[in-house]
């Protein structure tokens, strides 16, 4: 359905809110996902399949419909594969996936070619060669999973478990945020909550790169949150009625002032982060001093 464009400066537009956080740019920090072209189009490559299994009897058309559903699957297993490769180099932190879904979609894919080619010449050879062929090319194009984990050298493993299940739960709640503003059918309204969105998403950036940080923003991933969801909600049961400026206009504050305090928190925990740098710092030049080390000394081989 279409919609009417609306703006700040628009005849029908309200003006920004002068206490609203200046706006990031629409695509900062945007990355072209490698999730499509080449993934989707292994979708439709085995349809062919389709017309192979029937004519040539039940156990040629049980090995055709076999291998379309294992390429059917690999293709899912692929894309998965790619999305997940996405999250894991977009953090600065991350562990590795814990499906190689990737390595098991070239797998898969030699596997259904293996069983497309002995149903089509009956023999040992091909199906192998196809096998080989097909899963190399797989992994030659779309690469391998992350095997390794990012930037948890000397983390405490328990603790990062514990920012990684709250940080999911934080996602969840941003999730039903977009769901239920949706249903308003406003895309100004949906612009400014995935902007909280992406404030949101910088706070939890910041506490999966230092998970010493939970601690201090527990209540923003969760009690906040959740109360933001449930308002979002309520609006949008009433704002999908009768569409009441007042109501608009009160939900647009809120999220002015949820967005100023979680981009405050996410200052104040790397101000933090800085201040224990700083430490570490100075602590360490003492004990070099203390122990006659300095920077001018020169050493006699």
Known sequence: MAQRYGGEHSPTGTPQSQNRPPQPAPFEGARRSRAGGRANLLFFAPFPLIWQAFGDGPVAMALNLLALGTLLLAAWLTREGLLAQEAYEARKVARRPALPRKILGSLLTGGGLALAGWAATGGIAAPIIYAVVGAVL??????????????????????????????????????????????????????????FQTAARRLFRTVEEDP????????????????????????????????????????????DDLEQNFAARTERLLLDDKSDLTIEIEVLRDRLQREGVTGTQTYER
């Open 212 to 255: 010493r940080d939970l601690t201090a923003a527990r209540k923003y991933l969760g009690v906040y949150l959740m109360g933001a969801r449930d308002a979002t909600i309520k609006f949008s049961d009433v704002y999908a009625r009768n569409r009441d400026p007042e109501a608009r206009k009160d939900y647009e504050a809120l999220l």
């Open 138 to 195: 797989h992994m030659m194009a779309f690469g391998p999973d992350p095997l390794s984990d990012k930037g948890m050298e000397g983390v405490d493993h328990f603790q990062n478990d514990r920012v990684a299940r709250a940080i999911e739960g934080a996602e969840s709640h941003l999730e039903a945020m977009g769901d239920a503003i949706k249903r308003c059918g406003d895309r100004g309204l949906e612009a400014r909550v995935a902007q």
